[in-house]
């Protein structure tokens, strides 16, 4: 039993935001040192609760011990752990890079920002209450813009309004759903929600299939699916590489909100909702899949190359979401992992291009950059990740995913093989551009500082890609486990003890 | 009274939707308050209208809902703030941009043509 250690991933970020805010202003290497340290006890938080909610099954931590569902609850699951480790990873990379690169130093408060960052997304894996996830969303949100805008010019800016504009409305559409939800049910529980939903009046299942409908809605915002995706490549293109790296798990909080509601609350049992999340999630899936493979061929500079792999390797994983089946969910999970990891790889060596060219155009002629050999094998090994080439585990993640659709293959199997030869395509060309076409002079770069923890980062992150690889089996099964979990609701509800008295 | 709080917040949507469509910051800024007040208005109408009645179980016959009056101050404050970063954003990009259109075609549209090419891009 983990107790108030449940708490800690959403505390100790907020913690050491608000010292670093107020005592360590203007102090970059305290700050640096605090933030890695705060990240690195993040990760040993993260992987005490995975251990414990792989050996326990589904706890709740009632804030302020209030009962459910009257007060607000996180629950520990497997998926939520799952989901904390690959956020403390994935941060502990990104901090490593900033430091390495120096895009910390170059506004005030990117640590802090991004200690709040950890925070929302956090407390939206955890908690267990369908309004409190609105608050969360909102604490990632803000903080997420102020990290969007970090360094500051022109263009970055005014991405960053459409960017904050897009994401108001979403918030504003979940507000609306939220409240028709608790308008039919009077709870907003997630427990409670599931327990009752079942038996709702006939005369209100067309209110909540209106309510489903918005939340798919800001949850397809949040995840970039077709055709609400349009705020992704100016946002991600114009973020500091290191940002656009962390804003790769942001996504997967749309598509962590979807599994979450669409297995516990409206599972595809349910007789009032029955398969209407999938029926939207499916070809929205599968439009975006296409659009993102598209995108890469037709983006100019390697940020926004970066950008439609992304909503690409996201339109995947919400073709496995959609299937609603607990093999399907283990494929969907598998695929999250992997696409967050390479996604993020993506746009580091993307940074580690762009901060090396004066040109930002990849047609352009630019001199050759320094350290070409190293980025140009990253680079390679994100592309190879991405397109889902093997060795790596974007190959077993479409195979499994390929796999899982065997009925559909007529529809499913074409787009996801024409796309993926599509970004590979994409990435060839970038790659050939970059690194091998003729030099517009043949004066040497200026050598630029060197980067070894950056470095470091990047690799850390093909590291991992590459366990995921060869770990495909165990990772797969314990992944298969934790979706049967999530098609069990049995054990969630009862972690929330509905109804009975402390 | 239904159908007065239910036309007000339709109409409060439809501005706040139309002036958001006008692809400049401030009727930009201006359509999301509209649109954060209309949701403010259902998500206190989700807990059914009462009048006259306090949100206390026990007191009189009919109670209203005190759920959805916690729920809109968390919205309130949440949309305030939001509203407020927004606005400062948009006077960002105001000053930076010179015009407070919000369309992004391409990354170096703003730069002038007679910089050189190095400084068109927004470079770190």
Redo the contacts between chains.
């Keep these: 039993m983990m107790g108030h250690w449940i708490i800690a991933p959403v505390v100790l970020p907020a913690l050491v935001a608000g010292v670093m805010v107020v005592a360590m202003r203007g102090d970059l290497i305290l700050q640096r040192v605090t933030s890695v340290a705060a990240i690195l006890a993040l990760n040993a938080i993260a992987v005490a609760l995975l251990w414990a909610a792989t050996v326990n099954g589904p706890e709740a931590y009632f804030l302020g011990d209030w009962p459910a569902p009257f007060g607000i609850v996180l629950v520990l699951d497997r998926l939520s752990a799952l989901m904390l480790v690959l956020l403390s990873g994935l941060a502990l990379a990104v901090v490593l890079y900033a430091i390495g690169s120096g895009?910390d130093g170059?506004g005030a408060h990117f640590h802090a920002l991004l200690q709040f960052l950890l925070m929302g997304i956090a407390g939206a894996f955890l908690t267990g209450d369908a309004?409190n996830l609105f608050?969360f969303f909102?604490v990632l949100?803000?903080a997420s813009?102020g990290l969007m805008?970090h360094?500051g010019?022109?263009?970055?800016?005014?991405?960053?309004?459409?960017y904050?504009?897009f994401n108001?409305?979403g918030?504003?559409l979940f507000?609306?759903a939220?409240?028709?939800v608790?308008?039919v049910t009077g709870t907003l529980n997630m427990a409670d929600l599931a327990a009752k939903l079942p038996d709702l009046p006939a005369g209100d299942v067309a209110l909540l299939r209106v309510a489903v409908v918005m939340l798919i809605a800001v949850f397809a915002i949040k995840g970039a699916l077709v055709p609400l995706q349009f705020w992704l490549p100016?946002t991600y293109?114009?973020a500091?590489g290191v940002v656009a790296a962390m804003f790769a798990v942001m996504t997967k909080v749309g598509a962590y909100a979807t599994l979450r509601f669409g297995t516990l609350v409206f599972p595809p049992d349910l007789l009032a909702t029955g398969d209407l999340v999938a029926s939207l999630i499916l070809p929205a899936a599968l439009v975006t899949l296409a659009l993102g493979a598209v995108g890469t061929l037709g983006a100019t500079?390697l940020p926004r190359l970066a950008a439609f792999a992304g909503i690409s390797s996201m339109g995947t994983a919400f073709l496995a979401v959609a299937a609603f089946t607990p093999e399907t969910t283990a494929v969907a999970l598998y695929y999250i992992l992997h696409s967050t990891l390479a996604t993020a790889l993506l746009f580091l060596v993307a940074d580690l291009v762009?901060?090396r060219r004066?040109?930002?155009l990849m047609d352009?002629a630019s001199p050759p950059i320094a350290d070409a050999g190293l980025i140009g094998a990253l680079f390679l090994a994100s592309a190879v990740a991405m397109a889902g080439l093997p060795p790596l585990s974007g190959f077993i993640g479409k195979l499994l995913v390929l796999d899982t659709f065997r009925d559909q293959a007529a529809l499913v199997w074409p787009v996801v093989l024409v796309a993926s030869f599509l970004m590979l395509v994409g990435f060839a060309r970038a790659g050939s551009r970059l690194f091998w076409s003729p030099t517009a002079s043949q004066s040497e770069p200026a050598p630029p500082e060197p980067e070894p923890l950056a470095f470091c980062a990047a690799f850390g992150l093909l590291a991992t890609l590459i366990a995921l690889t060869l770990l495909a089996g165990p990772v797969t099964d314990w992944l298969s486990a934790t979706s049967a979990q999530l098609y069990v609701g049995q054990d969630y509800i009862a972690a929330n003890r509905l109804g009975q008295e402390e | 009274m239904e159908a007065l709080v239910a036309s007000l917040i339709g109409v409060l949507t439809a501005v706040g939707i139309y002036l958001?469509l006008r692809r400049r910051?401030f009727p930009?800024i201006l359509g999301?308050t509209f649109?954060?007040y209309?949701?403010n208005l259902?998500?206190f109408?989700?807990?059914?209208l009462t009048v006259n009645a306090a949100p206390i179980i026990g007191t009189a016959d009919s109670y209203a809902d005190p759920?959805?009056q916690a729920?809109v101050l968390?919205?309130i404050v949440?949309?305030f703030?939001?509203?407020a970063?927004?606005m400062i954003?948009?006077i960002?990009?105001h000053l930076?941009?010179g015009h407070d259109r919000?369309t992004?075609d391409h990354?170096?549209e703003?730069a002038p043509q007679d910089q050189p090419?190095?400084q068109?891009?927004?470079?770190?």
Aim: proline residues 5%; charged residues 15%; negative net charge.
């Design positions: 895009w170059k309004f608050v909102e949100l803000i813009y805008v360094g010019g022109g263009a970055r800016t005014r991405a960053g309004i459409q904050v504009a108001l409305v918030s504003s507000l609306f939220l409240a028709l608790y308008g100016g293109a114009n500091p500079t762009s901060r004066s040109q930002a352009a | 958001m910051s930009l999301l649109l954060s209309a949701v259902f998500l109408a989700s807990g059914r759920l959805p729920l968390t919205a949440i949309s703030g939001m509203t970063v927004l954003m948009a960002g990009g930076e941009a919000l992004l990354p170096d703003d090419d190095d068109k891009w927004d470079q770190p």
